[in-house]
T-cell receptor, first 115, second 114 residues
């Protein structure tokens, strides 16, 4: 079975540019999560969706960050404008059923560098 | 609020030694779930185990075992006869029932030397 697919794997861009990260969850999973990993703050949940609806976005750092899930098989995390402090590894994860607390399965991550 | 503490930042052992990774958590919820994830050098996060707060039975899976003690709020992970391929960062995580917000510890970097 295909796992969670993230693209791109690596992104290097200059500050001020718009960055779009993409995620395809595992088929049949109805919950999707975006995490950010940095040395200073570790792994942090940014936002999660259930059945394509954002449930909790309290972890989104500021208005420059936005996330969408237009359908069950695709989500984006957008940063506009990007800043050097946004440099991190961004993970997408999905799980089957939020009520039964099925484990979250993670993608390989997108390593983002803002110059 | 939930909190997970992995006090061991880095551990280095020689192959075939047993090693235990500590995890201590804080929560006011009566029902919650605990997890361990592995992050190898390639960077992906791999799910290892989930345990709910009502199940204090220890679990063994091959060379891996987990010791859940509610009385001490700990969920420790032991690797028996460690191998070089076990080298990774290991994360303990917590989430309350009904919520999908995984709260991660800071991770323990485990290095197994040949």
């Amino acid at each position: 079975d295909a796992g969670v697919i993230q693209s791109p794997r690596h992104e290097v861009t200059e500050m001020g540019q718009e960055v779009t990260l993409r995620c395809k969850p595992i088929s049949g999973h109805n919950s999707l999560f975006w995490y950010r990993q940095t040395m200073m703050r570790g792994l942090e949940l940014l936002i999660y969706f259930n059945n394509n609806v954002p449930i909790d976005d309290s972890g989104m750092p500021e208005d420059r960050f936005s996330a969408k899930m237009p359908n069950a098989s695709f989500s984006t995390l957008k940063i506009q404008p990007s800043e050097p402090r946004d440099s991190a590894v961004y993970f997408c994860a999905s799980s089957r059923d939020v009520q039964s607390l099925q484990p979250q399965h993670f993608g390989d991550g997108t390593r983002l560098s803002i110059l | 609020a939930q909190k997970v503490t992995q006090a061991q930042t880095e551990i280095s052992v020689v192959e075939k030694e047993d090693v235990t990774l500590d995890c201590v958590y804080e929560t006011r919820d009566t029902t919650y779930y605990l997890f361990w994830y592995k992050q190898p050098p390639s960077g992906e996060l791999v799910f290892l185990i989930r345990r709910n707060s009502f199940d204090e039975q220890n679990e063994i899976s091959g060379r891996y075992s987990w010791n859940f003690q509610k009385s001490t709020s700990s969920f420790n992970f032991t690797i028996t006869a460690s191998q070089v391929v076990d080298s990774a960062v290991y994360f303990c995580a917590l989430t309350p029932e009904g919520a999908q917000k995984l709260v991660f510890g800071q991770g323990t970097r485990l290095t197994i030397n040949p």
